[in-house]
């Protein structure tokens, strides 16, 4: 759990360069609290919706020129099959429950390589390895903001230690 909870400063400063602050602190929100009692972690939901719409502003009103809808990018037959409609998708929350629900059927047909079920959420052919260069880019830039983060607190933990 405090891995999960770690994730979260991290994901809010990588949608901070997207969004607004506000909007930031409600998405991260969002990865940890859909992702809770799943085998997926704050950053794999992050992870998605930045590489999904990451361009587009994080934006909830986002449609793909295919026809994905929302900040996690759902067709709307997959919507649908997760028991939201089209219109769920512009619903964060939402749309969110519905991500989770899909990266959970493409880790069934991923045989359990979850780097492999990122990939099938995006497709399959060319945009598909597109995709899966974005998702491993802004894990990086993630990564490194969890690394400052976690230099910053050791840095107060040795001030407080010294006083």
């Not at 979850?114 to 993630?142: D, F």
Request: aromatic content about 6%; glycine content about 6%; hydrophobic content about 40%.
């Amino acid at each position: 759990m405090s891995e999960r909870k770690r994730q979260v400063p991290a994901i809010e400063a990588a949608f901070a360069r997207r969004t607004t602050p506000q909007r930031s602190r409600q998405l991260a929100a969002l990865c940890f609290t859909k992702t809770l009692g799943t085998p997926f972690m704050p950053f794999d939901l992050a992870e998605i919706a930045l590489a999904e719409t990451g361009g587009h502003h994080l934006s909830g009103n986002a449609v793909s020129r295919k026809g994905a809808l929302g900040v996690w990018q759902l067709m709307p037959v997959r919507a649908r099959s997760h028991g939201y409609s089209p219109e769920d998708m512009e619903d964060d929350e939402k749309c969110a429950e519905a991500a989770v629900r899909e990266l959970y059927s493409k880790l069934d047909m991923a045989q359990g390589n979850l780097e492999r079920a990122k990939k099938l959420y995006c497709g399959q052919g060319p945009e598909a390895e597109a995709y899966l260069k974005k998702i491993r880019t802004v894990r990086r830039e993630m990564l490194s903001a969890l690394k400052q983060q976690t230099e910053i607190v050791a840095m107060s933990d040795a001030g407080t230690m010294m006083r």
